[in-house]
């Protein structure tokens, strides 16, 4: 079978790619308009520090692995070939990544090729390798982390691992059922004890005492921050409270770019995950939501503008979104987003289809709440304005204006 690598990696170029090639699992390369029924969850050149063998797990479309041996006797010059061509396969998928809209750039995790001069290799500082803004970065650096992890914990680990993991909660159940018991939006409380655009939130931040105060507020769901570098996050924070026996379902909050790490967020205990359409081709959403919901898992899945609405209300399968009311590329919040997101057609499909809208970001009042609850959201997802508060659980109740763990 033939198949797609599955990371995108960036263009440092503005022109078409040489070669428009794809990665057979044999390893050869295939032409992309033939169609491909199979992806790779890994790319074939990930680390520095590679074992004498290493084996790649790759992950077919039915969410099977399979593994394939790579030569550790591969010269330099055949190295760089592989990275280059690589490069060059990231170069093609940016650009249909474009097409749709999408603005963060990939890169794979060996980045952009090397050049050589004599004996000296080096890296062009230039557009191709130098972040755009905050989210791209976080998304390089995410291709780098989960290959790195990936080596350590490959894919067959976590799925003989998930033979003892306890089943999954309802996510989506437990939301509308904290909406229609108290006709307020059901909340996804937040457990963040940083963020890019705030900084450090909390000091004293004990996940676990936090989810225990959320969820005697009143949170229907919680959202715990898995990235380590940007958010002081961790899957172990996810695990703590699983294994604490807070019983509200968890939101891996987490930037998700391929299948491993949505096996990864099972595997500590999450319930549902994040796909962010500002970062994720339509294809890769369709092809992670069904993984999924094969795992028994929610897909929340985030957009910011009409466009993205638009693009994901046309993805088979949707049943929870988000409307993030911050711009992860500014920072700059604005409520109204979610209210524009939800008029006219939009709402009325979203309505027909029964899919639930969660608001997110920037929510700070009960006026908050009452407006985008009227803009037609059934669930808000509230991280800075209750994490802050001496006891978090009360601070539900005032960004609620009443108690709603009754
Ligand atoms: O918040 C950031 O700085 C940020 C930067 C880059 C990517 C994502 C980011 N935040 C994720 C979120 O949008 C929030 O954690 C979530 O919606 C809660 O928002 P808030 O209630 O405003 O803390």
Redesign the pocket.
């Known amino acids: 079978m033939e198949g797609l690598v599955s990371f995108h990696a960036v263009s440092s170029f503005t022109c078409r790619p040489k070669f428009s090639f794809l990665k057979s699992t044999q390893g050869t390369l295939v032409d992309p308009r033939r169609g491909n029924s199979l992806s790779l969850a890994s790319s074939s050149l990930s680390s520095s520090s590679t074992p004498a063998i290493r084996s790649q797990q790759m992950e077919t479309k039915d969410g099977s692995a399979a593994t394939a041996p790579i030569r550790e006797s591969e010269s330099k010059s055949e190295r760089s070939a592989l990275e280059i061509k690589e490069w060059e396969v990231g170069m093609f998928q940016n650009e249909v990544a474009a097409s749709q809209g999408i603005r963060i750039r990939r890169r794979p995790p060996t980045g952009p090729p090397l050049h050589y001069v004599g004996p000296f290799e080096f890296r062009l500082q230039n557009e191709g390798n130098t972040p755009r803004n905050?989210?791209e970065e976080?998304i390089w650096n995410k291709d780098t982390e989960v290959s790195k992890l990936k080596e350590k914990k490959p894919l067959s680990l976590l799925m003989k691992a998930m033979e003892n993991v306890p089943p999954t909660r309802d996510f989506v159940g437990a939301l509308r059922e904290a909406n229609s018991r108290t006709g307020l939006p059901g909340l996804i409380a937040?457990v963040?004890k940083a963020?890019?655009?705030?900084g450090v939130l909390r000091e004293d931040f004990d996940p676990v005492e936090i989810a225990r105060a959320y969820e005697k507020g009143g949170a229907a769901c919680l959202s715990v921050l898995a990235d380590e570098k940007?958010f002081k996050g961790s899957f172990e924070n996810i695990e703590a409270i699983r294994n604490a026996g807070v019983k509200c379902p968890l939101l891996c909050?987490e930037f998700i770019i391929e299948a491993w790490q949505i096996y990864y967020a099972r595997v500590k205990g999450a319930d549902a995950i994040l796909l962010i359409a500002a970062v994720l081709p339509d294809l890769d959403i369709s092809y992670l939501t069904k993984i999924c919901k094969r795992l028994g898992l929610a897909a929340l899945i985030e957009v910011h503008d009409e466009r993205e609405m638009d693009r994901v209300l046309g993805i088979e399968g949707v049943e929870l979104i988000g409307i993030?009311n911050?711009n992860?590329e500014t920072?700059e919040?604005d409520t109204s987003n979610t209210k524009r997101l939800l008029e006219g057609e939009r709402g009325k499909l979203i309505r027909e289809r029964d899919i639930m809208v969660v608001g997110?970001?920037?929510?700070f009042t009960p006026d908050d709440i009452a407006y985008v609850q009227e803009a037609g959201v059934k669930a808000v997802?509230?991280?800075?304005?209750i994490v802050k508060k001496n006891d978090p659980g009360k601070g539900i109740a005032e960004l609620f204006g009443k108690d709603i763990s009754l």
């Open positions: 905050i989210l976080i937040e963040k963020s890019p655009s705030r940007y909050k993030n911050r992860l920072f919040v997110e970001s920037g929510l997802l509230v991280g800075e304005s």
